[in-house]
Nanobody
Framework: VQLQASGGGLVQAGSSLRLSCVAS????????MGWFRQAPGQERKFVAGISWSGELTYYADSVEGRFTISVDNAKNTVNLHMNSLKPEDTAVYYCGANRQWRMVRIGSRYDYWGQGTLVTVSS
């Protein structure tokens, strides 16, 4: 499975941004997709996850109510809609693919990763 992330950029606080992650290859092996982020000097942290069917979602407390994750199976694409962005959302965002939904929050249990996309939120 190959993952290609896109959509990062520089925005002002309060703005919205959409990140996309396109999966290719053996997508039939995917059970869940997740977004993680890594700020400078910090470890990579879970942001949001979705089952490949789209039926299940899970969010970190820090983004609950502001971010929405969705999947378009026809396009093998997972989107992360980010609203009301804050400076503390600034990070490199990574998408990952997991063979087990129950491991969606655990970065070390992801099987595939895309390259990161930088999101910078100015105050």
């Amino acid at each position: 499975v190959q993952l290609q992330a896109s959509g990062g950029g520089l925005v002002q606080a309060g703005s919205s941004l959409r990140l996309s992650c396109v999966a290719s290859g053996r997508t039939d092996s995917i059970d869940a997709m997740g977004w993680f982020r890594q700020a400078p000097g910090q470890e990579r942290k879970f942001v949001a996850g979705i089952s490949w069917s789209g039926e299940l979602t899970y969010y970190a407390d820090s983004v609950e109510g502001r971010f929405t994750i969705s999947v378009d199976n026809a396009k093998n694409t997972v989107n992360l809609h980010m609203n009301s962005l804050k400076p503390e959302d600034t990070a490199v965002y990574y998408c990952g693919a997991n063979r087990q939904w129950r491991m969606v929050r655990i970065g070390s249990r992801y099987d595939y990763w895309g390259q990161g996309t930088l999101v910078t939120v100015s105050s």
